[in-house]
């Protein structure tokens, strides 16, 4: 069983930057992408940037141009800069690894992590 530790999550105020950590107890390059997640309390999750083991990336519209997803495989890790941040952007981040190459991020499987909460406030 894969287990995954999200932290680097804050309050910040609007326009500030966080930058969120994922660490996997094995090897990511085991999995066939490495994604992240938030949810607000009563929604369903949503995805906002994932990455392949073949290094392709996609992100939520949204934050395309304001988040950067990254991994190093050497630490076991992924990573999540968040830049320009807005209140809307507030909710409980989550990391997920999924190991098989069917399915698509907007319909996630694999294993997940317990959340990092982000908070964006004046």
């Known amino acids: 069983q894969v287990q995954l530790v999200e932290s680097g999550g804050g309050s910040v105020r609007p326009g500030g930057s966080l930058r969120l950590s994922c660490t996997a107890s094995g090897s990511i390059s085991n999995m066939h992408a490495m994604a992240w997640y938030r949810q607000n309390s009563g929604n369903p999750r949503e995805f906002i940037a994932g990455?392949?083991?073949?290094?392709?990336?996609d992100y939520k519209g949204s934050v395309r141009r304001r988040f950067t997803i990254s991994r190093d495989n050497g630490k076991n890790a992924v990573y999540l800069q968040m830049n320009s941040l807005t209140t809307e952007d507030t909710a409980v981040y989550y990391c997920n690894a999924r190991p098989e190459a069917g399915g698509n991020y907007y319909r996630p499987t694999g294993f997940w992590g317990q959340g990092t909460q982000v908070t964006v406030s004046s």
């Open positions: 990455i392949s083991r073949d290094g392709l990336i």
